[in-house]
C-alpha cells in the first residue's frame, strides 16, 4: 500500500463523506449525516450478513443516562486517576442523555431493561443513579437492537460497499488534510475520495494478537466473543497520517473462555459465569496447578477488586479448567443459547448436549485420575492432588478460605477427570486514535487532523472503568457529534 501522501491518479469512487464500519457507530453517524443532507458512503470490510460487528452480537444494551450532572460525576468517577479531558466528560454527559429522544425521532422503540439493581455496575460511585440501560423492542439480545440500527439505515439511500476494508487513509500531504481512503475491494486496491471527511468507525484491535501484546497489560494473548472482523485497522490507518492514541490499555474483560483454533471466536464456560450453577466440581489453575483466583465472581467487565483497587483479573497463562465427571455429564459446557456473542450468533457452533463431540475433537482432555490428567496438560501431578484436596475439604466446610468462592462449592471427585485450556479472553477494547470533544482525530498535542473523525469503540473515552451499555451508547453520541462536525466542513473539492 502507498504511503497516505502518494496521491491516486484516479478516484474510483466519492461521497461527500466515507464512513469506515458499520457497526453502531457507522450507523449513528451515517444516518446523522444523511439527514443532514449529505451524501454518504460506508465501507464495511465484512461480507453482507456478517457486518455490524460488535454491536451484532451484543447484549444490545445502550445507555440513556437521566440526568447530565449526575452523568459527569459518574464518568469522572469511572476515569479515576485516569482522566480524560472536562470537555469531553461534558459532551459525552450532554449527548448520552439524548438517546432515546434522537433514536425515538427515527422511529425506533426503545425500552428500559428490567434490570437488577447490578445492571448499575459501580452502583457506590457518584451520580451512579443516571444509569438506564436500553434496548430496542420487546426484548434484549438475539441482535434485536441492531437490527433496528441497520434498518434505519438500510431504509435511507446511504451506500454500504460490503467486503471491502478500508486500508489508509489518503492524505494532503502540504496541509495535513484527510482526502480519502484506500480500499481494498476484489483483490485490487480503490481509491475512494472523502470531498468533506472521513469517519473511523471500524472497531477495536480484539483480533489483533501483535496490538493485544504491545498494548494490553500483561496479556500473552487473548480471544474475544465480538466480531473477528475488528483486527485494528483504524489504529494503523490513523498512527500512519499522524493521530496520538488513547486508552490502549483499557479493554472489556478479561474474563476466562476456551478458544478452539479452528473458531475465529471464545467460549465461555457455563461453570465459570457468577450466574450459572451447574452440578459436580469445576476449578481453574494456572501453570503451578494452583488456583489463582475466585472463578465465579462477577467481575466489573474483567476488572476484579484486589486490595480495594479495581485490577484487571490475573490469567497465569496457560490456564486449565479441571473438573470431574459429575460436572462433564451435567449438561453441555458451554452456553449456546443464541442471546449474544458471535460464536452463537453467527459462527453458530453446534456444541454437543453431552460434550462428547469436544472431547473427542481433544478440546476436552480426559484422564482416569487427577495424576495422569495433570500429566497429559503438562501440570505437576502433586500439585494437582494437592490444590483438589484443598478444594474439596474448602467444599465440604461450605467455604472457600483461598479466593471467598460461594458459588458451586462442588468437590471435585468423580473420575474420570477432565481439563479444558482456558485463554484470557475480552468483549472489546477501548482504545486507538485520540478524540476531541467534537470527535475529531488529534494529533500528539491535541491539533486535529482537518477531515478526520472517528466514533465507537475504536479510541473511546472509556479509560479505566467501565459501565455496560456505555460503549453503544458513545458509539450513538459520537456518531452523531462527529456526523455533525463533518457535515458542516467545506467540501475541498
Ligand atoms: C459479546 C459482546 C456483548 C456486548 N454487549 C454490549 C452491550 O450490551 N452494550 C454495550 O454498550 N456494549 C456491549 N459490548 C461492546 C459493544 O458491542 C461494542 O463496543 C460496540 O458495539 C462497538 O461498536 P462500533 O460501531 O464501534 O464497532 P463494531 O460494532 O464492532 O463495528 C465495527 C465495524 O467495522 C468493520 N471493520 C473493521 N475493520 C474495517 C476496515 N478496515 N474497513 C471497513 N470496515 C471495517 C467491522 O466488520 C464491523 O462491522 C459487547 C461486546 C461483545 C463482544
Known amino acids: 500500500m502507498e504511503p497516505p501522501t502518494t496521491l491516486p491518479e484516479a478516484w474510483d469512487e466519492e461521497a461527500d463523506i466515507v464512513v469506515v464500519g458499520f457497526g453502531a457507530a457507522g450507523f449513528a453517524a451515517s444516518v446523522t449525516e444523511h439527514e443532514l443532507g449529505a451524501d454518504v458512503l460506508i465501507l464495511e470490510k465484512a461480507p453482507e450478513g456478517k457486518e455490524g460487528g460488535n454491536t451484532r452480537v451484543a447484549g444490545q ?7 447530565e450532572e449526575s452523568a459527569v460525576a459518574y464518568l469522572t468517577a469511572l476515569c479515576g486517576i485516569y482522566k480524560v479531558p472536562e470537555e469531553m466528560v461534558r459532551v459525552w454527559a450532554h449527548e448520552m442523555c439524548l438517546n432515546n429522544d434522537w433514536l425515538r425521532s427515527l422511529g425506533a422503540d426503545p425500552q428500559e431493561h428490567q434490570h437488577p439493581p447490578e445492571g448499575i455496575e459501580f452502583p457506590d460511585l457518584p451520580g451512579s443513579d443516571c444509569v438506564h440501560k436500553f434496548h430496542d423492542g420487546p426484548t434484549y439480545g438475539y441482535s434485536l437492537t441492531w437490527k433496528r440500527f441497520e434498518s434505519l439505515v438500510k431504509e435511507r439511500p446511504i451506500r454500504i460497499a460490503y467486503e471491502t476494508p478500508g486500508r489508509s487513509l489518503i492524505q494532503n500531504g502540504a496541509t495535513g488534510e484527510i482526502l480519502g481512503v484506500r480500499a481494498e475491494r476484489g483483490g ?3 481509491a475512494v475520495k472523502a470531498r468533506k471527511a472521513v469517519v473511523l468507525t471500524c472497531g477495536g484491535f480484539e483480533n489483533n494478537q501483535e496490538m493485544i501484546r504491545d498494548y494490553l497489560p500483561d496479556l500473552p494473548y487473548c480471544y474475544t466473543s465480538g466480531s473477528p472482523y475488528n483486527e485494528g485497522d483504524g489504529v494503523s490507518m490513523a498512527l500512519a497520517v499522524g493521530a496520538d492514541l488513547w486508552h490502549m490499555n483499557n479493554f472489556a474483560g478479561p474474563t476466562m473462555a476456551f478458544k478452539a483454533a479452528e473458531i475465529p471466536t471464545s467460549f465461555s464456560m457455563q461453570a465459570f459465569h457468577f450466574s450459572k450453577e451447574m452440578a459436580g466440581g469445576a476449578i481453574a489453575v494456572g501453570p503451578d496447578a494452583k488456583r489463582f483466583t475466585d472463578e465465579k465472581y462477577k467481575n466489573r467487565h474483567g476488572k476484579v477488586l484486589l486490595h480495594g ?9 496457560p490456564m486449565q479448567m479441571i473438573f470431574d465427571d459429575t460436572h462433564m455429564t451435567a449438561g453441555p459446557l458451554w452456553d449456546k443459547a443464541p442471546k449474544h456473542g458471535w460464536t452463537q450468533l453467527v459462527e453458530q457452533y453446534p456444541w454437543s448436549d453431552d460434550n462428547s463431540a469436544e472431547l473427542e475433537k481433544g478440546w476436552i482432555r480426559k484422564a482416569d485420575t487427577l495424576e495422569a490428567l495433570a500429566a497429559i496438560v503438562n501440570l505437576d501431578p502433586q500439585a ?3 490444590t483438589v484436596a484443598r478444594w474439596n475439604e474448602g467444599c465440604a466446610a461450605g467455604n472457600d478460605p483461598e479466593h ?3 458459588r458451586m462449592l462442588n468437590p471435585i471427585e468423580n473420575g ?3 481439563a479444558i485450556e482456558m485463554s484470557p479472553s475480552m468483549l472489546n477494547t477501548q482504545g486507538g486514535p485520540r478524540r476531541n470533544e467534537k470527535a475529531q482525530i488529534v494529533r500528539p498535542g491535541g491539533t486535529p487532523i482537518p477531515r478526520l473523525y472517528s466514533a465507537g469503540e475504536l479510541g473511546s473515552i472509556y479509560s479505566y472503568l467501565y459501565q455496560g451499555t456505555g460503549n453503544i451508547g458513545e458509539c450513538l453520541v459520537f456518531g452523531r457529534i462527529s456526523a455533525r462536525n463533518a457535515v458542516a466542513e467545506t467540501p475541498w473539492a
Not at 61 to 67: A, C, E, M, P, Q
Request: glycine content about 8%; hydrophobic content about 30%.
Open 384 to 386: 494437582l492432588v494437592a
Open 309 to 317: 483497587t479495581w485490577k484487571k483479573m490475573p490469567t497465569p497463562c
Open 404 to 406: 471467598g468462592r460461594t
Open 188 to 190: 485490487k486496491v480503490i
Open 61 to 67: 444494551g445502550y445507555l440513556n443516562t437521566s440526568s
Open 416 to 418: 474420570p477427570f477432565y
